[in-house]
């Protein structure tokens, strides 16, 4: 691409990546410039202060989280193939971004939890309702008759969440060669927890009493 | 403490404070001489350069992991007990540094994992030795019968792991009121899964053929 022909997508896809390297506090519209080529003045038009830049920088990183992981999950059918889904997104999110500089959320939220403004209040709403899109997802498969009604779907989402961090945690870190088979073998023991056997699976279930099976 | 009278130990206590907070990359031996109001040309003689003082600052956190969470717990019989207290020495020492700064095992470990040096081989050699620790204390509730001899250690290493992770980051980033509710109720299940129910601890027990019970 030409200098100055970025679009401010382009522009911010390297913010995030460039963030999730030096942390949202290493970053400046002066720093941005030079790594793209590209004049500081028209970035400054485009952001106009280190503060707005590091905001949007995390809305970036928020939104390629969304169209990556949650918005192709939630086209796939409702119940544990959704579920499934959300995790294998999630866990290829979690692959691409390992170098460099990791997660840019994982990094920029161990960076704000400490640090009140709007960038770190952006992050904790948009992190509110992955946790909460997890429920719900735990939840339709409880609707579908999948998983047990007894379920506590929010329980369920904090333990998914921590086993992705884990992961995160000794893939990136330790460079552990059994990552992801410890984190698949935890998902999967979730799942058998949840999941209704096929043998209860019966016209008497007392969550469809009409007595058809779909 | 009068100024320059300051141990060494000291120095470093403040020194791991300032890099959960700061980074590691934030924190300098000029930085750290001012915030204790000590002279630089004294901190350096202890420390000798920056690189020096990131390694030592390391240290310190991962030797304040040890005297605070592990060995007060290797002090408690071994199986269910020793377990029980790893977690909830774990759980005060993530509670304690929650502010300001947090956590500085998960703010180092987020800042290191792509920045190959000293500091980060140091810190992956002491994780790596806290997982082999919990394995350990899983096996040896094995060992005392008190948990299935089927049990995978290192998984239910990644598991706890994971817990107290995502636990971090839903108390501190997330603020929410559940996150010990929910570190609790998963620990609990997963002692439940691993426990050997009472019923099935007769003398013909397996892994314990003399007929003796303990």
Redesign the interface.
């Known amino acids: 691409m030409r200098k100055g022909q970025l679009t401010k997508e382009a522009v911010l896809d390297r913010s995030v990546s460039l963030a999730s390297?030096l942390?949202l506090?290493?970053l400046s519209i002066g720093l941005l410039a030079d790594d793209l080529g590209m004049s500081k003045s028209g970035l400054f038009a485009h952001f106009g202060s280190k503060e707005n830049l590091q905001l949007e920088t995390v809305k970036a990183a928020c939104h390629q989280f969304v169209d990556e992981v949650v918005a192709p999950a939630f086209r796939q059918p409702r119940g544990e193939a959704r579920l499934r889904a959300v995790f294998e997104n999630w866990l290829v999110w979690e692959k691409q971004r390992q170098?460099?500089?990791?997660c840019p959320i994982?990094?920029i939220?161990?960076?704000?939890?400490?640090k009140p403004g709007p960038a770190r209040d952006y992050?904790?709403g948009s992190?509110?309702d992955w946790?909460g899109a997890l429920s719900q997802t735990v939840q339709i498969a409880i609707d579908e008759g999948q998983f047990r009604p007894d379920i506590?779907t929010?329980?369920v989402a904090?333990?998914l969440?921590?086993?992705i961090?884990?992961?995160h945690?000794?893939a990136?870190?330790?460079?552990s060669r059994?990552?992801e088979a410890?984190?698949r073998?935890?998902f999967e023991s979730l799942l058998d927890e949840m999941r209704i056997p096929e043998n209860a699976k019966s016209p008497e279930s007392p969550d469809d009493g009409d007595g058809q099976t779909a």
């Open positions: 390297q942390g506090d290493g170098r460099p500089g990791g994982v990094a939220s161990v960076e704000l939890d400490d992050l904790v992190q509110k946790l506590d929010s329980q904090y333990e969440y921590s086993l961090l884990g992961y945690h000794v990136r870190l330790l460079q059994n990552a410890w984190l073998t935890s």
